[in-house]
């Protein structure tokens, strides 16, 4: 354990700063939320920013998406290597495999020059609603990730202060949206120079030797405060295991397993039982399964301390390469940065759970419920593609009743307001409520889910890539289940269910409802 408490630093000062670097993520993402075009980026906030060493280690973040900044630093890590930074740069990529969460993620990464010698980066990640592929909404039921969309090695798009229109040209030829594209891709880039222009003040206010070292000092307390964590759960190893319903090409459910063992002031964290790869797009690359870990981890935490590299030191995770919460190219993945990554949360607190049962909540309804479609509008002709995530319910914890209709876990984003949605796009929501009675009832209950139903006023492709259909999201403690979700679709006045994963052709005055699950109960009701 670092005994940061030996070095020599101010703890007032050290909390000025901590707080000076997360003021400039939260900046940067004031700018990508103002500027943007799309609905999803600036109604749902479905993006995240954050600041980075040299070595390309975050040391600040600001309250954004769990998945995309646990992922964050890998994709700085393989940018690092694949490009020569200089100044006033700004390269682009969203691969899967060199720290992509999934394609529609594009993530922006600004090198900070001070004194001619690189020091920090600056970067963001935002999910855009089409990035090319099979399917409107580049979230497909693809078997290779050639079939999701458009793919970005780390490529400069900013090169010495110019845009590069040729690379700018290559990524808005691929989409369907093109406008909307680079109308978010230059949101990304001003929430970048906010970031460089806010940390150049800071240093030049407090000395560049001074933000390096509470840059450092800031993760070594992150790192000091968890292992204090993972000490005060009681050595052993904790083993639980869940199913995700089918990958959207094959019936069989896939099997995530967590094996964590705690020892001393660390974890070691081992999926080796979980299902491998499969054919489908629920396969989760390893930066999203370590963003998961982080999370869960962190959340263990009851003290206020800021998410950055520091949470990943006094963990060890064991995904075995080809598994599927490891996947090898070219697996595609679009729906495992969404999905998949929910059930490794879900297993890990099951394992938990036996460890530090008071500390756990009962499953959440273990899915973001991805809504994607896409058309032409029927009164310019012009193609439109939209994505979402739907809430569902909270599960229940040892004091309180789960939430309802909010998003859990991975994700940290908001539902569309009816009125931008139906201002946006050609379709109607013809019911928005509560799912009474889905959570699972207990000592305390469950979270409700959510019903939403999208009446399309043209003829539309939709894609529906969810979970817990199957599967319920367990209770604790004696408390019952979540009840399952359902998708149905209504067409010429007749019902019919739809599976988990699926992609449809809906008419003009189709009805798409979407039941999304409650959550678990926690103990034993008292009669």
Same mark, same amino acid.
């Given at each position: 354990m670092i005994n940061i408490m030996a070095q020599s630093f101010d703890p007032i000062e050290m909390e000025v700063f901590k707080n000076l670097f997360t003021s400039i993520s939260e900046e940067m993402a004031a700018v990508l939320n103002r500027t943007a075009f799309s609905p999803n980026i600036k109604e749902r906030k479905d993006?995240?920013?954050?600041?980075f060493n040299h070595k390309g280690e975050t040391f600040a973040q600001g309250s954004h998406i769990p998945v995309h900044l646990g992922a964050m630093p890998l994709s700085v890590q393989a940018a690092l290597k694949a490009c020569d930074f200089e100044k006033d740069d700004?390269?682009?990529?969203?691969?899967?495999? !060199?720290?992509?969460?999934?394609?529609?993620?594009?993530t922006c990464i600004s090198p900070v020059f001070l004194k001619n010698s690189l020091h920090f980066f600056v970067?963001?990640?935002?999910?855009?609603s089409d990035i090319g592929g099979m399917t409107p909404g580049s979230m497909p039921l693809a078997t290779e990730i050639f079939q999701e969309g458009l793919i970005i090695p780390p490529l400069k798009l900013i090169k010495k202060g110019q845009l590069q229109e040729d690379i700018l040209e290559l990524i808005l030829t691929n989409v369907r949206t093109r406008e909307e594209r680079r109308g978010d891709l230059l949101a990304q880039m001003a929430s970048n120079e906010k970031g460089k222009q806010r940390l150049e003040e800071v240093v030049k206010k407090h000395g560049l030797e001074k933000v390096i070292r509470y840059g450092k000092l800031i993760q070594d307390y992150t790192e000091n405060i968890l292992r204090?964590?993972?000490?005060? &759960?009681? @050595? +052993?190893? /904790?083993?639980?295991? *869940?199913?995700? *319903?089918?990958?959207?090409? @094959? @019936? !069989?459910?896939?099997? &995530?397993?967590?094996a964590v063992?705690?020892?001393? *002031?660390?974890?070691?964290?081992?999926?080796?039982?979980?299902?491998?790869?499969?054919?489908?797009?629920?396969?989760?690359?390893?930066?999203?399964?370590?963003?998961?870990?982080?999370?869960?981890?962190?959340?263990?935490?009851?003290?206020d301390i800021p998410f950055n590299t520091g949470l990943i030191r006094p963990l060890t995770i064991k995904a075995p390469p080809g598994c599927v919460v490891n996947a090898l190219y070219p697996a595609a993945t679009a729906g495992g940065n969404v999905e998949t990554s929910q059930r490794i949360v879900d297993v890990l607190l099951g394992a938990l759970a036996q460890a530090v049962p008071e500390k756990i909540p009962a499953?959440?309804?273990?899915?973001?419920?991805?809504?994607?479609?896409?058309?032409?509008?029927?009164?310019? +002709?012009?193609?439109?593609? /939209?994505?979402?995530?739907?809430?569902?319910?909270?599960?229940?914890?040892? &004091?309180? *009743?789960?939430?309802?209709?909010?998003?859990?876990?991975?994700?940290?984003?908001?539902?569309?307001?009816?009125?931008?949605?139906?201002?946006?796009?050609?379709? !109607?929501?013809?019911?928005?409520?509560?799912?009474?009675?889905?959570?699972?009832?207990?000592?305390?209950?469950g979270g409700d889910g959510i019903i939403r139903s999208f009446q399309f006023l043209s003829p539309t492709q939709v894609t529906v890539i969810s979970e817990r259909r199957k599967f319920?999201?367990?209770?604790?403690?004696?408390?019952?289940?979540?009840?399952?979700?359902?998708?149905?679709?209504?067409? +010429?006045?007749?019902?019919?269910?739809?599976?988990?994963?699926v992609n449809i052709m809906a008419d003009a005055g189709d009805i798409l409802q979407i039941e999304t699950p409650g959550g678990g109960g926690y103990g034993c009701k008292k009669n």
């Open positions: 993006f995240s920013c954050a600041l700004l390269v682009v990529l969203n691969d899967p495999y !060199r720290g992509g969460t999934h394609l529609p993620d594009v970067a963001n990640r935002a999910h855009h204090k964590t993972i000490t005060s &759960i009681p @050595d +052993g190893n /904790y083993f639980f295991a *869940d199913f995700m *319903d089918d990958d959207g090409i @094959d @019936d !069989r459910p896939i099997k &995530i397993s967590a063992s705690i020892k001393g *002031d660390e974890a070691v964290i081992d999926f080796s039982g979980s299902s491998p790869q499969v054919k489908g797009g629920v396969n989760a690359n390893f930066a999203v399964t370590l963003s998961a870990v982080l999370y869960v981890f962190r959340s263990l935490v009851e003290e499953a959440s309804s273990g899915t973001m419920n991805n809504i994607a479609f896409g058309g032409r509008h029927p009164g310019t +002709g012009k193609n439109f593609a /939209y994505y979402e995530t739907i809430g569902g319910g909270m599960g229940a914890t040892a &004091i309180s *009743d789960g939430i309802s209709g909010v998003h859990t876990h991975m994700t940290n984003s908001l539902n569309t307001p009816l009125e931008a949605l139906e201002n946006y796009l050609p379709l !109607r929501i013809t019911k928005y409520s509560l799912r009474k009675g889905s959570g699972g009832k207990g000592k305390h209950n319920c999201p367990f209770g604790l403690q004696g408390g019952n289940p979540g009840k399952k979700g359902k998708n149905i679709i209504i067409s +010429g006045g007749r019902k019919k269910t739809l599976g988990s994963k």
